[in-house]
T-cell receptor, first 117, second 114 residues
Framework: GAVVSQHPSWVICKSGTSVKIECRSL??????MFWYRQFPKQSLMLMAT?????????EQGVEKDKFLINHASLTLSTLTVTSAHPEDSSFYIC?????????????FGSGTRLTVV | QKEVEQNSGPLSVPEGAIASLNCTYS??????FFWYRQYSGKSPELIMS????GDKEDGRFTAQLNKASQYVSLLIRDSQPSDSATYLC??????????????FGQGTTLQVKP
């Protein structure tokens, strides 16, 4: 159990356009999902905590108007990168888990590699 | 500031040897501890979890937890070249509201040489 699906796996977009990334929990309900960003050869950076039915909680330094998060159901969270620029090119990964991860940890999606040209 | 510290490595071991990966954490109230493996270009994969002091074994992997010393480790026996990856230590954030957020270390890169 605890399968997390992320789509798309890669996307190339033009500078100034917006990109939406989906994260789905396939066999469990997730009240909380997390969004990370990872640059090459660097560690995971938590961007925000996505809460079902309420506003996301953003980490310090992450622009909430640029990275829009919607968690409208217990199985789906979306991250929209608005007005993307080349510096937004990165590997974006979501994670989710049962019981807030206390016993089973969190499962990561397969990630989305975003390239902004 | 809650922290999880790992030696970034690389840690290089010969095939068949035991690889020992270490992690310390600052939040004494933390209750859940995890090891993730991340291959280059891929997302992290959960390989071990531990909650009680002592050892927990799963195949070639053994996780060790010492809450008094705020220390958690991962041993990989009979290391294989396919174990070459970055290993991330993660600790479940403890505190009011219990967000369940994981605090990750920087990761240790393991290289297993044939």
């Amino acid at each position: 159990g605890a399968v997390v699906s992320q789509h798309p796996s890669w996307v190339i977009c033009k500078s100034g356009t917006s990109v939406k990334i989906e994260c789905r929990s396939l066999d469990f309900q997730a009240t909380t999902m997390f969004w990370y960003r990872q640059f090459p050869k660097q560690s995971l950076m938590l961007m925000a905590t996505s809460n079902e039915g309420s506003k996301a909680t953003y980490e310090q330094g992450v622009e909430k108007d640029k990275f829009l998060i919607n968690h409208a159901s217990l199985t789906l969270s979306t991250l929209t990168v608005t007005s993307a620029h080349p510096e937004d090119s990165s590997f974006y990964i979501c994670s989710a888990g049962k019981d807030r991860g206390l016993l089973y940890g969190y499962t990561f999606g397969s990630g989305t590699r975003l390239t902004v040209v | 500031q809650k922290e999880v510290e790992q030696n970034s490595g690389p840690l290089s071991v010969p095939e068949g040897a035991i690889a020992s990966l270490n992690c310390t954490y600052s939040d004494r109230g933390s209750q859940s501890f995890f090891w993730y493996r991340q291959y280059s270009g891929k997302s992290p994969e959960l390989i071990m979890s531990i909650y009680s002091n002592g050892d927990k074994e799963d195949g070639r992997f053994t996780a060790q937890l010492n809450k008094a010393s705020q220390y958690v480790s991962l041993l990989i026996r009979d290391s294989q070249p396919s174990d070459s990856a970055t290993y991330l230590c993660a600790v479940n954030e403890h505190g009011s509201g219990n967000t369940g957020k994981l605090i990750f270390g920087q990761g240790t890169t393991l290289q297993v040489k044939p």
